[in-house]
C-alpha cells in the first residue's frame, strides 16, 4: 500500500511535456510499435517512471492504471527475480484501425505479459488500453 501511494504521488508530480515522444502523435502502426519497444526498453531497465512518461502522453486510460501497471511490475520483480529481458510475442490486427500487441517481460524465474491496445482515432492512433497479467497462456 505505501509503494502504491509512493508511486501515485511520483507519477503526479512528474512534468508531462518532459519527453520527446509525449508531443509526437503516433500516425501510423510504426509509431504505435516504437513507443511499445521504448516503453519495454526501459522497463528492462528497470526504469518504471521513464516508461510511465512514456505512455502518459499517449493513452486514454487514467492515471491509476499507469500506478497499477507499476505496482504489477514492482511486484512481479520481488516475486520472480530481475528482469532478463522481453519479447513481443504477438501482433493482432482488426482491419487498419484497431490493433493489439502482446509482449513477454521475461523475469528470471516467471514471464509475465503486457499487452497494448491501439485505435486509430481522427487519423492519428491512441493507446486505448493497457493490459498485463502473469498467465503464461496470454503469450500464445
Known sequence: MKLTVLLSFVLLILPFSVNFSQTET???KDDASRLCDDVLMHLEKSETLPAMKLLRGKTIEEEKVLTDLIV???TSSIN????QGSNLAKTQAIGEDIFRFTYALRFEKHPVWLQFYFYKVNDVYQLQKIDW???IEELF
Open 133 to 135: 497479467g502473469k498467465n
Open 80 to 83: 520472480y527475480g530481475a528482469i
Open 26 to 28: 503516433l500516425t501510423n
Open 72 to 74: 504489477f511490475i514492482e
